[in-house]
């Protein structure tokens, strides 16, 4: 179950058929061509790197060489789906995409440190935080979707990093399995479901923080992200509940998107347990532990 995929052999990717697809090609197969490679390097340059320009840039790299292209990001190497995922396109077209963010997890996190990233999607976190705690450090990095996850797999494996653990599971307050499904055509906006499941929802693993922690060997944590579209509150409260102050994260950069639909504000919790704002984004809270 914890396991990294290998491959997409067997799913079914937006754009990608299971006969042509090209995850099992190494990285650089996919190397933008050079009309590609004009258009990326226009929106890096301009404001078009912007969220409203994306789609139709990503639409624009489509038209000039249909499917994934192969591109280095902070750092570290992505094969990026930009037609279907909103942070693929994010991160291709913008280089300082999630920056504030990042900046402030490498502030927090030594050079052989531990990161964990709950809702790594693609990686785009967890790749560029194994990059710079470098070979002695560790990163955790958990995601349940297994398009997604095989996505991430892919990534790590042509970064070639060694110091990541990847987990293929949804991260909730019980062991055991819940359902998770995608709205729209944005992969990295799959959630929990925690009413009805609609008919494209899937079943996956489901585990507890603590157990991640345990089974990984980490007894602490410099920085933690966590990002899973709604059920932060259900991963959180019960970990704080749960684990020593030992294991508790120094610093964590939680998404509030979100947070309507917490059953209990997760930020207040932390807050009441010596943690306190350290800064805000549009889509994320920083916290840092006293």
């Known amino acids: 179950m914890h396991a990294p995929l290998s491959s997409t052999s067997g799913l079914r990717i937006p754009g990608v058929t299971p006969d042509n697809d090209p995850s099992p090609a190494p990285f650089g197969a996919f190397a933008p061509n050079a009309a590609q490679a004009a258009v990326i390097r226009l929106a890096h340059r301009s404001r078009l790197k912007r969220g409203a320009f994306r789609p139709m840039l990503s639409r624009l790299v489509n038209l000039l060489r249909a499917g994934p292209v192969d591109v280095n990001y902070q750092g570290a190497s992505f094969r990026f789906y930009h037609q279907a995922s909103a942070t693929e396109r994010g991160a291709l077209f913008n280089p300082d995409y999630n920056l504030e963010e990042l900046d402030f997890l490498r502030a927090n996190t030594p050079i052989g440190g531990v990161f964990v990233d709950v809702g790594a999607n693609v990686g785009t976190y967890a790749m560029v935080l194994a990059r710079y705690v470098g070979k002695n450090g560790k990163v955790i990095a958990v995601e ?11 990534n790590n494996a042509a970064s070639r990093y060694t110091q990541t653990r990847l987990v293929a599971a949804a991260v909730s307050d019980s062991d055991g399995e819940l359902m998770i499904e995608t709205d729209g055509g944005n992969l990295g906006a799959s959630h929990i479901v925690t009413g009805t499941a609609g008919a494209g929802a899937i079943k996956v693993p489901a585990l507890r923080l603590q157990r991640i922690l345990d089974e990984a060997g980490v007894t602490r944590i410099d920085a933690f992200k966590i990002d899973i579209e709604g059920f932060e509150d259900r991963t959180l409260v019960p970990f704080f509940k749960e684990a020593p102050q030992t294991q508790w994260p120094r610093a964590v950069v939680i998404e ?7 059953r209990q504000d997760c930020i207040a919790d932390m807050v009441s347990r010596g943690y306190r704002e350290a800064g805000r984004t549009r889509s994320n809270t920083f916290l840092l532990r006293s």
Do not use: G, M, N
């Open 256 to 262: 509030h998107l979100s947070r309507d639909e917490w």
């Open 144 to 154: 349940p979707h297994p398009i997604t996850h095989a996505r991430l797999a892919f």
